[in-house]
Nanobody, 121 residues
Framework: QVQMVESGGGSVQAGGSLRLSCAASGYIYRSYCMAWFRQADGKEREWVATIDTHDSTNYAHSLKGRFTISKDNAKNTLYLQMNSLQPEDTAMYYC???????????????WGQGTQVTVSS
């Protein structure tokens, strides 16, 4: 059964913004650290940000200041606000849930199907 569903991807011009959403089952949302990863064509999956069950956040150094991870507890939904987007941000973006907020993909148990973000110059 599908337990994490992303939405909000699309095509924007450089400098624009997008907000990604990830709706998760209540069990996953309450129990696990949640994260965003991204994967560009031909590249490895890259950690973007994490938020734990106490709402503590952590970001990839290169993205901090432009991207913001957050949660809406009433909706069991994870968000990624992305500002000042650049062509190099073009990738498939995935939400994930796992224990202890690791930065490597193998540390995550649950994954969404991904949502594509394309930034044109």
């Amino acid at each position: 059964q599908v337990q994490m569903v992303e939405s909000g991807g699309g095509s924007v011009q450089a400098g624009g913004s997008l907000r990604l959403s990830c709706a998760a089952s209540g069990y996953i949302y309450r129990s696990y650290c949640m994260a965003w990863f991204r994967q560009a064509d031909g590249k490895e999956r890259e950690w973007v940000a994490t938020i734990d069950t106490h709402d503590s956040t952590n970001y990839a150094h290169s993205l901090k200041g432009r991207f913001t991870i957050s949660k809406d507890n009433a909706k069991n939904t994870l968000y990624l606000q992305m500002n000042s987007l650049q062509p190099e941000d073009t990738a498939m973006y995935y939400c994930a849930a796992g224990g202890f907020c690791p930065v490597l993909p193998r540390g995550y148990t649950y994954w969404g199907q991904g949502t594509q973000v394309t930034v044109s110059s």
